[in-house]
């Protein structure tokens, strides 16, 4: 998302914890990052998330219907990236009768409302790592497991983006997604294939 105001700014000082939730965020110009790896957020940091994404929608005139907010929580404590589907078999069991217009309509606001990412690779949404702050980070995709790291490093975006260009394309949209194993998946790769030194 772009800025946020100062009391959302506050809330999410409160509750650092939860903008990790399946995602991992380094800061400008820092070269470290946060591995959140495949952990679920807890459910106080879920709540915590669920307040400040309701902050924000409130502060932007807009509102986090039950709905659109239980679609939200159920990303967080995911903590990876899900297809819709699965996100409407969840809500099924929560809502007997969803179909699936109700998580589509929820999703397309939490994807405008800059709340989630859609990950194009693998058609399946994730949340934000930060969920006021969004600056379009690099997205690198764990192709088995859908675990997300948002690698925030504006001057390696910029010069990406400008190679693209020098290219003479422009990118269709804000994300930028790397496909990759992560290591955890590598790890059970390496493990169910014995492989040895």
Not at 64 to 89: F, M, Q
Not at 103 to 131: M, P, Q
Not at 160 to 177: K, T
């Amino acid at each position: 998302m772009k800025n946020a105001k100062p009391n959302a700014a506050a809330a999410r000082d409160h509750s650092h914890d939860a903008h990790a939730a399946g995602h991992a965020h380094a800061h400008e110009g820092d070269l470290h990052h946060e591995q959140a790896g495949h952990a679920r957020s807890t459910p106080a940091s879920a709540e915590a998330a669920l307040a400040l994404a309701e902050e924000y929608c409130r502060e932007r005139g807009e509102k986090l219907t039950p709905i659109r907010r239980k679609v939200l929580e159920l990303l967080l404590t995911s903590g990876r990236a899900t297809k819709a589907y699965s996100l409407l078999d969840d809500m099924r069991q929560i809502h007997p009768g969803s179909a699936p217009p109700t998580v589509y309509r929820a999703l397309d606001f939490l994807l405008s409302a800059g709340l989630v990412h859609k990950i194009e690779s693998i058609n399946a949404f994730a949340v934000c790592h930060d969920l006021t702050q969004c600056q379009h980070g690099i997205l690198v995709v764990c192709q088995q497991c859908g675990n997300v790291t948002e690698l925030h490093q504006p001057a390696l975006r910029e010069a990406l983006v400008a190679q693209i260009e020098n290219a003479g394309y422009r990118l269709a949209g804000d994300g930028i997604e790397l496909k990759g194993l992560c290591s955890a998946c590598q790890a059970a790769q390496a493990a169910g294939r014995g492989i040895h030194p």
